[in-house]
């Protein structure tokens, strides 16, 4: 028998148990990242030629110090500053629900991103028309729009693994594909502003804004809030979330259940296919409110990171979500004060992942323990053409 | 002269729980060692550690009198130590030969293989211990029995001579396990030393010559055979007197509850698995279906239960036609299901025990609409592992960390709790304690006197003799004899089941 009594004290330990890893891995990005930040520094290397050790391991202190600090200071150094952070955290927040509730339920939505830019197309397809209609009407319509071309679009994936077994990873990437092409085709047609001069849309009417608050920090946000609790009693306390993760965790055992898992794979699907959607629509309504090319700078690919770090925990998500916010409001000070550029931002997500994905590297690194796995971890993919 | 093998205070602490305890163990040349313990008593733990899989907390191991680190299972070869495992470790798609030479190929002009030399050695191994095979024949194609002496072959090619078997007859049937037995008393004619591990304690009184018995990590006593019942060898086991017996009444048949005829099932791969099936279950009793591994019962199964396509013919439940409907019409017509496979379909290993407990009934019982009702599935959780003695520090433990005994009973309590007009288990206790087993077959009974019509499906023909009120047989897809329980023995029913027909089954009765 295995001692496993639920005292509050043990509850915590199993918390910290679960945050370790990820907290370890931000931890040894941050490290990595500094490394690079003072590698890729020229001064450093100056400072080493003309003054010697000494000056140069100063200079080395410094470089570090201003990035980070820079980075700090740029995303929670101000109250605007905070706002910046938690605008940017939004679409995170939508993406990384949308991916993680496809882990949940055993697929692996790459297509986020693709999801997320036909939903942008969709709202400001109706978000800029409809000139009458008041806002009480007009927004709800076009975030509408927007969750019900990713649902859609995603759906579709989901259809096609449910009657014939094509994989949704490689389904969903293509799918991608055709988005951007049929983004950038609209840009010059239909969805062109008129007359149209370049590849940008008509801008959203104001009937359609999701109203900024504070700073530039709009009403996304505590809809993200909303929708991430939304999707957590979704998930573990219906039962169409016990359906979902039955089908997620052991397909056989659901389908024994009685659980009609080809219904469950389309339907969960198309739940992530319209969190994708919000994350467009949030950002489209709140923020840019035009639709021009490059509209998304990859969120649909960090939400996979993001789900990960999470461990496809709503909760997990939306803290996963603030990190990646911050740290990205953050670079954009970086850039200006210390001259650094952004990318290492990208960088040090592309670490976290890495030590998501292959934990053994922290546990080695930090003399962590292995624990057994749970539910979150190990539904990741259920392996190809399964 | 030393022993071939002793291990002396072995001692393996895994994270809270210690798996073995101080366990000694002596083994002598030539001797057959059955090694006896309820599931998850300690006895893989303790043979993977002598194996080199795990590194015991305290202990040593000597071999020939002296002592041995083993750290892995290539040093545990080098000392003549081989292990044939309970799941077969071949590769269907490449020849006996092929299986036997891999990880210790011959070869010719140091890159090329040399599949002659190999296969003259295992002619030789097949002539000296009477193991007969075709080195040159393919594994998918061969019995299961065969395989196993592939297993076997492919240990005493590394030139093994302590051989550790692990539950080596949970596949065979009656009359392979004797045609094992007797190979086993060869090879220790011939030197070879054996650790039999197993739960069966027919088979332990039949082969061995000693025989030792772990309970909860300890050895808790070692019997010679000729001074041992199974009574004495299942108390020592389970640590209490144990009913081996079943016990049960006359069976009250009423009408016919699951009406299968003329039913034809394809496999996965296509084949026809089940082939022209037709039989009936009554309320009130129990029809056994009999049979090896592999013979069509799962896919049978499968297709009265909703999960696999039935090509053609009817199976009819209380009246109603069933064939080709979903999983939860067929459960909702009042039928219940122990799976074959706890692990694969029965069970999500990580989710609590109380979400298994209401895996098939979550959407009406235990809902409000689309919202769970946490309170009733709490309530009726708590009551149900009481009622069913499922032993769990709590409905939260994940099932996946109960012992087979208890996973199962997670199962039964599941299914035996809703009304039921059939029952469906197959292989109830595959896996299970003797204490486990003792309590499921008693429940099994009491469904039947309920009035429920049982299927039961197991490849332990004990099981299927002692539960039984009639017993089909299943062969190559085929019931190939429907017969009463108590008419039928034991030799007859190995007979069937390796495909001998029926009416010469019964000649053979009526010569004796």
Avoid at chain 1, 50 to 79: D, H, N, P, R
Avoid at chain 2, 117 to 138: F, G, M, N, Q
Wanted: proline share 4%; hydrophobic share 45%; charged share 20%.
């Amino acid at each position: 028998m295995t001692k496993d009594e639920k005292s509050p004290s043990k509850l915590v330990k199993q918390t910290f148990d679960l945050v370790l890893i990820p907290m370890l891995a931000v931890l040894t990005a941050l490290i990595i990242g500094g490394f690079i930040i003072v590698a890729t520094d020229t001064n450093v290397y100056t400072a080493f030629e003309e003054g010697g050790l000494g000056v140069g391991l100063s200079a080395v202190g410094t470089s570090i110090l201003v990035a980070y600090g820079s980075m700090f200071s740029g995303s929670v150094g101000s109250w605007r500053d905070i706002s910046e952070s938690l605008v940017a955290s939004t679409p995170y927040i939508f993406a990384g629900l949308a991916v993680a509730v496809s882990f949940r339920g055993g697929l692996f939505n790459v297509g986020v991103e693709g999801q997320l830019i036909l939903a942008v197309m969709a709202s400001v397809y109706v978000g800029s028309r409809f000139p009458f209609l008041p806002w009480i009407i007009h927004l709800p319509l076009t975030i509408l729009a927007g969750m019900a071309a990713g649902a859609l679009w995603a759906g579709l994936a989901g259809y096609l693994k449910a009657k014939t077994g094509a994989h949704e990873v490689i389904n969903t990437i293509m799918m991608n594909y055709i988005v951007y092409l049929f983004a950038d085709w609209s840009l010059n047609g239909f969805l062109c502003r008129v007359p149209c001069s370049s590849p940008v849309s008509p801008p959203v009417l104001p009937s359609a804004y999701l109203p900024q608050f504070f700073y530039r920090l709009h009403l996304g946000f505590p809809l993200a809030l909303m929708v991430a609790f939304g999707v957590w009693w979704l998930l573990f306390k219906t039962t169409i979330g016990f359906e979902i993760r039955t089908v997620g965790t052991n397909p056989n055992a659901a389908r024994y259940g009685g659980i009609q898992t080809t219904r469950v794979m389309v339907m969960t699907m198309a739940l992530s296919g319209a969190l994708a959607g919000l994350a467009g629509a949030s950002e489209l309504l709140g923020v840019n409110r035009v639709l021009a090319s490059g509209f998304s700078s990859g969120y649909g690919f960090d939400a996979i990171a993001l789900a990960l770090l999470g461990r496809s925990h709503p909760l997990g998500v939306v803290l996963a979500s603030l990190l990646f916010g911050t740290l990205r409001s953050g670079a954009t000070r970086m850039q200006s004060l210390a001259s650094i550029p952004t990318d290492i931002i990208s960088i040090i997500q592309a670490l976290v992942i890495v030590f998501i994905a292959a934990p053994a590297i922290i546990r080695w690194v930090y003399r962590v323990k292995a624990k057994g796995t749970d539910e979150g971890s190990t539904v990741l993919v259920q392996g190809w053409g399964s | 002269m030393s022993p071939v093998l002793e291990l002396r205070g072995i001692t393996k602490q895994f994270p809270g729980v210690l798996a073995n305890d101080n366990v000694n163990l002596t083994l002598e040349k030539g001797e057959i060692h059955a090694l006896l313990g309820e599931n998850g008593a300690g006895k893989t733990t303790l043979m993977n550690i002598l194996y080199g899989l795990y590194k015991p907390t305290k202990g040593e191991i000597y071999i020939n009198g002296k002592q041995a680190e083993i750290s892995g299972p290539t040093d545990a070869i080098r000392q003549g130590i081989g292990m044939v495992h309970q799941h077969f470790m071949l590769i269907p798609v490449l020849t006996v030969t092929e299986n036997v030479m891999l990880g210790e190929e011959s070869m010719r002009h140091g890159v090329l293989l040399d599949r002659k030399a190999a296969a003259k050695r295992i002619t030789e191994i097949s002539k000296t211990y009477h193991l007969e095979v075709d080195p040159h024949a393919y594994v998918r194609d061969l019995p299961v029995g065969i395989q196993q002496r592939v297993e076997i072959i492919k240990v005493l090619y590394r030139q093994a001579n302590i051989l550790i078997l692990d539950e080596p007859t949970a596949v065979l049937t009656p009359q392979e396990v004797e045609e094992l037995f007797n190979i086993m008393k060869l090879l220790t004619g011939q030197g070879v030393s054996i650790i039999f591990i197993t739960h069966k304690l027919k088979e332990v009184l039949a082969v061995s010559q000693k025989i030792s018995v772990i309970r909860r990590g300890k050895t808790v006593g070692s019997a010679k055979p000729a001074e041992s019942t199974e009574q004495s060898l299942a108390e020592l086991m389970v640590g209490r007197p144990v009913e081996l017996v079943v016990k049960k009444k006359k069976a009250q048949p009423s009408k016919p509850v699951l009406v299968v005829r003329n039913l034809f099932v394809k496999d996965k791969r296509d084949r026809i698995a089940v082939d022209n099936v037709s039989f009936e279950v009554r309320g009130g009793e129990i029809l056994g279906i009999a049979g090896v591994q592999g013979n069509g019962q799962t896919e049978l199964v499968e297709a009265i239960t909703g999960l696999r396509h039935a090509e053609s013919g009817t199976i009819q439940i209380s009246g109603q036609e069933a064939a080709n409907k979903t999983p939860r019409q067929i459960t909702e017509i009042g039928v219940s299901h122990v799976p074959e496979d706890r692990q694969r379909e029965g069970l999500v290993l990580s989710f609590p025990i109380k979400d298994n407990l209401i895996l098939n009934t979550y959407y009406k019982t235990f809902a409000k609409g689309i919202v769970i009702d946490e309170q009733k599935v709490n309530d009726t959780a708590t009551k149900w592992v009481a009622d069913y003695d499922v032993r769990t520090p709590s409905i939260e433990t994940p099932a996946g960390s109960l012992s087979g005994g208890n996973q199962q009973k997670v199962i039964v309590a599941r299914e035996f709790s809703r009304p039921m007009k059939l029952l469906i288990t197959s292989q109830p206790t595959r896996g299970v304690d003797v204490g486990s087993i003792e309590y499921i077959h008693a429940r099994i009974i009491d469904k039947r006197d309920e009035g429920a019509a049982v299927l039961v499906v197991s490849t332990e023909l004990d099981e299927v003799r002692a539960l039984s009120d009639r017993i089909a047989v299943m062969f190559d897809g085929k019931l190939v004899a429907i017969v009463p329980a108590n008419e039928v023995t034991k030799e007859q029913l190995g007979l069937l089941m390796a495909g001998v027909p029926e009416s010469e089954v019964l000649i053979k009765l009526h010569c004796k």
